[in-house]
């Protein structure tokens, strides 16, 4: 069965400072998908960044970066430069196929907290 | 472009009431949807999806039930609530088949059982 471990319950930065939020999975498929989700108090979940099993191109967008390591399977998360509209909760999420749906397991979020 | 609706945004009802909570998807056709909950100071767990008109699948035995009479339309129902059942729903459309996408949340129903 699929797992994915966010060690990190909650983390509190300093505006400009750089965190990194932590994400291990567990598969026995060869080919999956990994995401990471941002949800802000108001509820919604936004979706920043979505990595193929087969890609572990590290990739950067802006102040964000994923690294996706398979050999310990991880698939980390870095803020660089905080801002106070960082704060939310963020969750990491590993996909299967299967039977032509692709169900989502997420951890349980990391809750970030920028401080100003 | 895909939106998903989702309705109402919160509601509080009492134990042992009826729930029916609605999900419409506007911008494409025959699309895998989801109900997931996320109980309070948890992740987000997978309840019910479909892959067409009438099909279920139930992923946690509980409460609730769902049906997708229209291709386009997935809901959500309780006979009888209970304070369990409280939590934020949310309906998802996967986008997978698209490159570098994953699902389209909607705003979310936020429950409370009373």
């Known amino acids: 069965a699929q797992k994915v471990t966010q060690a990190q319950t909650e983390i509190s930065v300093v505006e400009k400072e750089d965190v990194t939020l932590d994400c291990v999975y567990e598969t026995r498929d060869t080919t999956y998908y990994l995401f990471w989700y941002k949800q802000p108090p108001s509820g919604e979940l936004v979706f920043l960044i979505r990595r193929n099993s087969f890609d572990e191109q590290n990739e950067i967008s802006g102040r964000y970066s994923w690294n996706f390591q398979k050999s310990t399977s991880s698939f980390n998360f870095t803020i660089t430069a905080s801002q106070v509209v960082d704060s939310a909760v963020y969750f990491c999420?590993?996909?299967?196929?299967?039977?032509?749906?692709?169900?989502?397991?997420f951890g349980k979020g990391t809750k970030l907290s920028v401080i100003p | 472009s895909q939106t998903i609706h989702q309705w109402p945004a919160t509601l509080v009802q009492p134990v042992g009431s009826p729930l029916s909570l609605e999900c419409t998807v506007e911008g494409t056709s025959n699309p895998n949807l989801y109900w997931y909950r996320q109980a309070a100071g948890r992740g987000l767990q997978l309840l019910f999806y479909?892959?067409?008109?009438?099909?279920i699948s139930s992923e946690v035995p509980q409460n609730l039930s769902a049906s997708r009479p229209q291709d386009r339309q997935f809901i959500l129902s309780s006979k009888k609530l209970l304070l369990s059942d409280s939590g934020f729903y949310l309906c998802?459309?996967?986008?997978?088949?698209?490159?570098?996408?994953?699902?389209?949340f909607g705003s979310g129903t936020r429950l409370t059982v009373v």
């Open positions: 999420a590993l996909s299967e196929s299967g039977a032509g749906s692709y169900q989502l397991t």
């Open positions: 479909s892959v067409g008109i009438g099909q």
């Open positions: 998802a459309l996967d986008r997978i088949e698209i490159a570098n996408y994953g699902y389209t």
